[in-house]
Nanobody, 122 residues
Framework: VQLQASGGGLVQAGGSLRLSCAAS????????MGWFRQAPGKEREFVAH????????AYADSVKGRFTISRDNAKNTVYLQMNSLKPEDTAVYYC????????????????WGKGTLVTVSS
C-alpha cells in the first residue's frame, strides 16, 4: 500500500491550501481515509476522517469550519481543503488509510503516507 501526500507549502495566515493523497495497493473505494498532523515537538494529532463512501466526515475541533475532507473514488484520492489557515496549523500532514478502531487515534489506522509540510506564516 502506498499513500502519496502532496500540496503542502508556505502560505500566509488567512490563506488556503488543498492537500491531496493518492492511494494505491488497496481497495480505495472500501477504505475510510484520514488526515493527521504533527507539529514540531508535538505528538501526531487527528485532523479529519472520511468514510469509504464519503457519506460521513469528522473533524478535530481545532479545524472544524475551516477544513474540509473529501474524496474521489474514481481517482483513488482523498483531499483536505484548508481555509483560513493559522500559524498553529503549521505541521507535517499525513494521510492514513483503513481505520480499524478509533479513527481519532494513530493506532486506529493500518496504513500511513510520508507526509507533506504545511507552513503558515503570520
Amino acid at each position: 500500500v502506498q499513500l502519496q501526500a502532496s500540496g503542502g507549502g508556505l502560505v500566509q495566515a488567512g490563506g488556503s491550501l488543498r492537500l491531496s493523497c493518492a492511494a494505491s495497493g488497496l481497495t480505495f473505494s472500501r477504505s475510510a481515509m484520514g488526515w493527521f498532523r504533527q507539529a514540531p515537538g508535538k505528538e501526531r494529532e487527528f485532523v479529519a476522517h472520511i468514510s469509504w463512501d464519503g457519506g460521513s466526515t469528522a473533524y478535530a475541533d481545532s479545524v472544524k469550519g475551516r477544513f474540509t475532507i473529501s474524496r474521489d473514488n474514481a481517482k483513488n484520492t482523498v483531499y483536505l481543503q484548508m481555509n483560513s489557515l493559522k500559524p498553529e496549523d503549521t505541521a507535517v500532514y499525513y494521510c492514513s488509510a483503513q481505520s480499524r478502531s478509533d479513527y481519532s487515534k494513530e493506532y486506529g489506522w493500518l496504513y500511513w503516507g510520508k507526509g507533506t509540510l504545511v507552513t503558515v506564516s503570520s
